[in-house]
């Protein structure tokens, strides 16, 4: 499967549909934006990130866009609010193995881990 990643909204129970990502390849201080795209109503992407053929070793970093996402959905935030943009930075060691990236969140806390 490549690199796929999930987002649940911890706050109201649900997928976080309609939240905006970014996924960047990056290499020391170089960072290069590979894909943008929106969580679909299960807090997935359409499509893997990468498959298994097309994922290389190397470091990547995806960007949550939280604030944008709780704002939408009537959240009423503190200016700055707590998060704004939550970025996770990972590594592909194994490019023939399934990477999942997911992210729980709530405007005030997220965790992740290697999912399966």
């Known amino acids: 499967m490549g690199l796929t990643t999930h987002v649940l909204d911890t706050m109201h129970g649900c997928p976080a549909a309609g939240m905006d990502v970014a996924l960047y390849a990056t290499c020391g201080d170089d960072v290069t934006l ?3 795209f929106t969580l679909n109503a299960d807090g997935r992407s359409a499509k893997p990130l990468f498959t298994n053929q097309d994922l290389r070793a190397g470091t990547y970093r995806l960007v949550f866009d939280v604030a944008g996402y709780f704002k939408v959905r009537g959240v009423a935030l503190p200016e700055p609010n707590f998060l704004n943009r939550v970025s996770l930075d990972f590594g592909i060691a194994h490019p023939d193995e399934h990477y999942h990236v997911p992210l729980l969140v709530s ?8 999912g399966s």
Do not use: G
Not at 107 to 114: I, L, M, V
């Open 107 to 114: 405007p005030w806390s997220y965790s992740t881990y290697r």
């Open 34 to 36: 590979l894909d943008q």
